[in-house]
């Protein structure tokens, strides 16, 4: 196994990320293929926030290593950023400028040429088509989070990393999500994604990735798994002794 | 080359269109220098003859104070949407993203000179409105641009933010400073050119020096 | 009785020893000196208190360098613990220099290049001590102290120039009574203020070890406390896999 394998689209190895006193992740490992639809779970503060930031380059792990499509995340950071799409938690959108003026900005960072079509089309797939001049600040929590998938769709990113996508959403905005989990599905491309809704979860991906305690406890594929197998991965949470923080 | 130069200027435009519509930041330095200068013209009796002596000082002194305030609101802008970190996802070096906000800033606090220095020469009867003038103030601002632009950046994850970015600020651009106040004061006292210019070489020395570390620098910044 | 040894061959007693000896150079051993009078004393403090708040900044650059260039930890307690105690002795000097300058010069302060330019560096030394206080604890909070630190640093030479610059058009009021005149002292000058450069260089570099251990022990307690959870950890890990299978 070389570490330009192209056949991973992410490969973590032995991932580590500690603040101050307490270890967040302690030693993640997992690989994903192109075209797969994956999944984080994990309680809350089992680190997927954490992981997710750290795929997308906005935070450095203390050791381990990360691949994504071939590239050492460490070495070649433009180019990574250049194939990965992220949504984290926040929307992430100059809230006084227009959702339009937010995507111009970006898709000018990321150099892509024609912008004006590229933003319609993404907006299409989103929904905001009839939003695109109204300024971020005035959009519902549904349409701001729907901006920030257009924002992080302009460049075709071929991995896609989402930090809780569906929440607070609508069944409508939720059902714009499914179409470009779909799109990404059919079209090759790589999707990971964090969850609270185990249901939802194992109905969206392919592939689900539990951590806990800052370890991934679980890899599967979603076909052999039921919510209580996940929760009962969960549950192993740890003792907590008088020396832990 | 070209594409660095189209994304720092897509950075600064940005900011310029935000300012468009909040006019938060130059509104803030302005105001916040002219009432410095207000203060000093009662503090000190201003008449024609100490003028010249403290006039370039209580100039250069408030635009100092009002402009690390305003750099304090530019940064907090980005705080606001966490949107500095949509920079940072962009495809892009993070000096580009340097040279971006540090030219927003450049902008701003031209801006508010181009309101407070007008009326510093109205209210201590000064004649400062010469090139020469231009060109001292056009160095200050890229050096506090450039420090400050750096420090504002530091300081996002600090608690009390708004004093320690003074703290950092004041006491690093001090030697800009003395070069401002001095060659304004060459400038009020019509002086020659090759007396104002050994001021402007140490402004222009500052500026280098602090633009090419910044840049190099600034990666180390932003990451966590 | 080997503990009586230890105490008398410590560092600690050799450093009370000679700085009890210095006073005894300053204060009584030295005679006074002619033009300036007793005042004159205070140099033999105040010279090698400045030197020391040099060897304090030149330490923190070099520290705070090699922390950037190496990421090791070692570097960083290095800058701060140099920090502290350079801060201290910036401000002892300045504050003896002040002394001198009240009855030599008749002054407390002028614009001279030198005092100017430790006044800013103390301020900037300041400001460090006080960002590494605020900022939240970590990898990052190093790494930006370590910046201020070399930019202080790159900032001495500038602030210097500016400084000497701004006191040749400002020639500073020295009216005092001995302002410019040649010291009557010969050799015992220069034997003083070797004693006592060397007492104070040995006191700093006391301070700066205990201050240095003091953090080393902090981190290793740190570190213990997240080893002791990853320890926990694996433990669990190993008695879940055994569960399961």
Redesign the interface.
């Known amino acids: 196994m070389t570490k330009r394998d192209p056949l991973f689209a992410i490969k973590v190895e032995d991932v580590v990320k500690s603040y101050a006193e307490v270890m967040v992740l302690r030693r993640i490992k997992f690989s994903l293929q192109p075209g797969e639809v994956a999944v984080i779970l994990g309680a809350n503060g089992a680190g997927k926030s954490t992981l997710l930031r750290i795929l997308a380059m906005l935070t450095q792990p203390d050791s381990g290593s990360i691949d994504i499509y071939g590239n050492d995340i460490a070495k070649n950071g433009p180019q990574v950023r250049a194939l990965t799409g992220s949504v984290l938690h926040s929307p992430m959108l100059y809230t006084d400028m227009s959702v339009r003026e937010n995507l111009t900005l970006f898709a000018e960072l990321y150099r892509l040429k024609n912008i004006d079509t590229l933003i319609e089309k993404n907006a299409c797939k989103v929904g905001i088509q009839s939003r695109l001049d109204h300024r971020v600040r005035t959009l519902s929590h549904g349409f701001q989070k729907r901006a920030a998938l257009a924002r992080a769709l302009m460049h075709k990113p071929q991995l896609l990393l989402l930090d809780e996508p569906e929440s607070g959403l609508d069944s409508r905005s939720v059902s714009y999500l499914e179409n470009v989990v779909e799109e990404y599905r059919s079209s090759g491309r790589t999707i990971l994604m964090t969850t609270h809704i185990i249901e939802h979860a194992l109905e969206i991906a392919d592939k689900a990735i539990v951590i806990t305690d800052g370890y991934v406890h679980l890899e599967s594929t979603t076909t052999c798994l039921n919510k209580s197998n996940i929760l009962s991965a969960y549950s192993h949470t740890l003792p907590k002794t008088s020396g832990d923080l | 080359m070209r ?1 660095s130069l ?2 720092i200027w ?2 600064g435009r ?1 900011d310029l ?2 300012e468009t ?2 006019k938060d930041v130059i509104v803030a330095i302005s105001v916040f220098a002219l009432l410095v200068l207000m203060i000093f013209t009662f503090a000190i009796d201003i008449n024609q003859v100490n003028a010249k002596l403290t006039g370039p000082g209580i100039l250069w002194a408030s635009i100092a104070f009002a402009g690390v305030t305003g750099l304090n609101r530019a940064f907090a802008l980005e705080l ?4 500095l ?9 993070r000096d580009l993203i340097y040279a971006g906000k540090m030219l927003g800033n450049f902008l701003f606090i031209t801006a508010a000179q181009i309101i407070v220095i007008p009326i510093f020469a109205v209210l201590f009867n000064l004649a400062v409105l010469r090139w020469e003038m231009l060109v001292v103030s056009l160095l200050t601002t890229i050096g506090f641009s450039a420090i400050g632009t ?1 420090f504002a950046a ?2 996002i ?4 933010r708004e004093v ?1 970015l003074p ?2 600020f ?3 651009v ?2 800009l400073i ?2 401002a106040v ?1 060659s304004t004061s060459h400038v009020v006292n019509d002086s020659s050119w090759p007396e104002i210019y ?2 402007i070489q ?1 402004a222009i ?2 500026d280098i ?2 633009i090419v ?1 910044s840049a190099f ?1 600034f990666q ?2 932003l ?2 | 009785m080997t503990k009586v040894i230890n105490l008398i061959v410590s560092p600690i007693a050799l450093s009370a020893v000679l700085m009890g000896t210095t006073l005894w150079l300053i204060l009584v051993w030295v005679p006074t000196e002619t033009n300036q009078g007793a005042v004159q004393r205070i140099l033999y403090l105040h010279v090698p208190i400045a030197w020391g708040a040099m060897m304090g900044i030149i330490v923190v650059s070099a520290g705070s360098f090699l922390y950037l260039w190496k990421k090791n930890e070692i570097w960083d307690r290095l800058a701060v613990a140099s920090a502290e105690v350079g801060v201290v002795f910036g401000g002892l000097a300045l504050l003896t220099g002040m002394i001198w300058a009240k009855p030599v010069w008749a002054v407390w302060w002028t614009g001279e290049a030198k005092l100017t330019t430790t006044l800013i560096l103390f301020f900037i030394y300041v400001a460090y001590l006080m960002f590494r206080a605020y900022f939240p604890p970590g990898t990052q909070r190093q790494r930006l102290a370590a910046i201020i630190a070399i930019i202080g640093a790159i900032d001495t030479p500038i602030i210097y120039f500016a400084a000497n610059l701004w006191s040749q058009a400002h020639p500073p009021l020295i009216t005092g009574p001995a302002a410019d005149s040649e010291s009557s002292l010969g050799t015992s000058l220069g034997v003083v203020l070797l004693a006592s450069t060397i007492s104070f260089t040995l006191l700093f570099i006391l301070l700066v070890k205990m201050r240095y251990e003091i953090r080393k022990s902090e981190d290793e307690i740190k570190h213990f406390k997240r080893n002791h959870q990853l320890d926990s950890a694996v433990l669990n890990n190993i008695s879940q896999a055994r569960g399961t299978s």
Not at chain 2, 80 to 83: A, L, Y
Not at chain 2, 157 to 160: E, G, L, N, P, S
């Open positions: 594409e189209a994304v897509a950075i940005k269109l935000l519509r909040n606001e949407g966490n949107t970190e949509a920079l940072m996802l962009a495809p892009i070096s750096l530091m300081t994850r600090v608690r009390a320690m703290l950092l004041l006491p690093v001090t030697p003395m070069a001095e050994q001021w140490l020395a500052f020096a602090f570390i620098i180390q910044i990451e966590d």
